[in-house]
């Protein structure tokens, strides 16, 4: 350990004596680092977190070289101002944002060259709620539990444990080779425009389908069958609203309560991201990210996993409904998703 | 061993039951086959949380389907049956009662007409099963609280409990690892780090472990938080 030199220990073509960094000029509602999550924690209580939409956050660390599970930015219905010292390859994914550097408009969903000295903007859209912000070489935060994402009830991981605040400094980590060959080959076909994109983006049509009213497919979940025919029906011909009370811990829906035939005593056993759980009062809750690791509230169903970046851009006030998926299906569909990433991942080394 | 059930929970995750009333011996079982499936893991697999009367086990289905996972389990549960069941740890946790560190525990005594010292001597003679590590990381689901001190939750929550805070809610007790808004009865605090994420494993308890409180005066709680973590 002695003598090695901060952020030199991920790539040999490092060559820097410091650690490159991105500082928060504005921080935006609620920006956090973020990358696939803990995993191997959750029987100590500890939240698996990680980004809402794993997609999105997979791509922009593709579009950048990046392993697909190196730590990102998660920024939520308002953007951030980051301004970078050094010249920089980004890639911004996900809804809700658009981008800008220096003022002018930049493209998303492909890789970005960004000069030294640019300022890389947000303003917000109609639509979608969650947008990732990836840097070649990732952002370098200390992993604890073995990954870079931000537990913020519980306080530490990502940047000191909480979201992004102005003036704090985003250490970047160092390009892998192929980051490297991107950035050069960006930067080589810059005009006057303060940054640099491709021609090409991410086809939508290899992307999750993400809708204003989406239909959520779901299993059944263990006490589905404790509910009353009604409600089981309600839950399934119902629209159901995202409320305001919804965060990346859990979405609060609103809709027909639903309730059991008979009182359940139940004990408290594990939960996860996609659980639709039913408080008393009748109304469903969908866990996310954040999910505690144990819920004590009867499930009726839970999300199928190709469904959750779907959900993560879902923003207060719209609807969704519920469509049944048996397990077979869901595990097919995530396979195909998988193999996408895989393909993509391909095309880039391809490319590049 | 006999009386489990198998259902999905979603398309990466099996929960398995084990009957549905708490019961030490079932408890037992249920955490000695999930250190058999953490020391053999099955391909895909990624972690198993044990519950009061679940386990509930983790897995990528890139590796393998539902129909797969559900074989191997119950191959597992099958050759279970005879294991012999691993003793846990018992684990002491240090207590100041009262004062600004338990500023609920008059209203425990008065709710049931005993005297402060009467609630101390109760709380500390119990020994405690840690069932479930879950709410927040490393709060330990403790069960084995007397009947006599069961109390009902403050009506109005409090926006921040300290950590370390020792509480009531109803038959419950437990301690709170990390600063949280809660609406437990606050008895008392630890000096100990029941969260610890810089150490492997990340908590003080495991789910099997048993808990005894012991009450020490409020000068060895400062010292205690001086000195750092001695024990």
């Not at chain 1, 911004?92 to 658009?98: E, K, R, S």
């Not at chain 1, 998703?337 to 991942?345: A, D, P």
């Not at chain 2, 294991?83 to 846990?88: C, D, I, L, T």
């Not at chain 2, 590590?133 to 009947?147: E, V």
Request: glycine share 10%; aromatic share 8%.
């Amino acid at each position: 350990m002695m003598g090695r030199r901060d952020g030199a220990q991920i790539a040999p073509s490092c060559t820097r004596d410091a650690p490159a960094v991105a500082r928060v000029r504005a921080p935006g509602l609620l920006s956090t680092v973020q990358d696939l999550g803990r995993t191997g924690y959750r029987r100590f209580g500890v939240i698996h977190s990680g980004a809402m939409d794993r997609v999105a956050a997979q791509v922009a660390n593709l579009l950048v070289g990046n392993h697909p599970a190196a730590a990102v930015l998660e920024m939520t219905l308002t953007g951030a101002a980051l301004h970078f010292e050094q010249e920089a390859l980004i890639a911004v994914t996900g809804l809700g944002l658009a981008t800008f550097v220096d003022g002018e408009p930049a493209p998303c969903w492909r890789p970005l060259y960004v000069a030294a000295g640019s300022t890389v903007s947000f303003h917000p859209l109609p639509q979608g709620c969650r947008t990732y912000l990836a840097v070649a070489g990732g952002w370098m935060v200390p992993l604890w539990l073995g990954s870079a994402s931000t537990d913020i009830r519980a306080g530490f991981g990502g940047l000191a444990g909480r979201p992004l605040r102005a003036g704090d400094a985003l250490p970047i980590g160092c390009a892998s080779e192929r980051g490297l060959r991107i950035l050069a080959a960006l930067k080589s076909k810059r005009t006057r425009a303060p940054f640099a994109a491709p021609l090409w983006r991410v086809s939508w049509n290899a992307l999750p389908r993400y809708e204003i009213n989406p239909v959520i497919r779901v299993m059944e979940g263990p006490q589905a069958n404790a509910f009353t025919v009604d409600s089981q029906r309600a839950f399934f011909t119902s629209p159901f609203r995202v409320t305001p009370q919804s965060d990346r811990m859990g979405y609060r829906l609103d809709g027909p309560a639903l309730s059991l035939s008979r009182p359940l005593e139940m004990l408290s056993e594990a939960v996860t991201a996609g659980t639709i759980q039913v408080p008393p009062d009748g109304r469903p809750i969908v866990l996310m990210a954040d999910s505690q690791t144990t819920g004590g509230y009867p499930q009726i169903a839970q999300v199928a996993s190709v469904d959750l970046p779907r959900l993560a851009q879902l923003r207060p006030g719209q609807t969704m409904r519920f469509a049944p998926i048996g397990v077979r299906e869901a595990q097919r569909l995530w396979r195909q998703q998988v193999q996408w990433l895989r393909c993509l991942t391909a095309a880039i080394q391809q490319a590049f | 061993m006999n009386g489990w059930q198998l259902c999905p929970l979603g398309d990466s995750a099996v929960r398995i039951q084990f009957g549905d009333q708490l019961d030490e011996t079932v408890h037992r079982r249920l955490l000695t086959i999930a250190d058999q499936l953490r020391q053999h893991p099955f391909e895909g697999m990624e972690e198993c949380v044990p519950a009061y009367t679940t386990l509930t086990v983790f897995y990528n289905p890139v590796h393998m389907d539902y129909a797969d996972v559900e074989q191997r389990l119950t191959e597992v549960l099958q050759q279970m049956s005879d294991a012999p069941v691993q003793p846990g740890r018992t684990v002491e946790i240090p207590v100041c009662y009262g004062g600004a560190y338990g500023p609920d525990i008059e209203f425990v005594a008065l709710h049931h007409g005993f005297t402060v010292e009467e609630v101390i001597a109760m709380h500390t003679a119990a020994a405690y099963r840690v069932y479930a590590l879950g709410f927040s990381p490393g709060f330990p689901y403790l069960g084995g609280l007397p009947t006599a001190l069961a109390t009902p939750r403050r009506a109005t929550p409090r926006l921040a409990v300290p950590a370390g805070s020792v509480g009531i809610a109803g038959v419950q007790t437990g301690v709170y690892p990390v600063e949280t808004p809660g609406g437990w009865q606050i008895i008392g605090r630890t000096p100990l780090a029941l969260f610890r994420p810089w150490e492997h494993p990340p908590t003080l308890l495991a789910p099997g472990d048993t808990v005894r409180f012991r009450a020490i005066p409020s000068e060895a709680f400062d010292a205690w938080a001086e000195g750092g973590r001695t024990s």
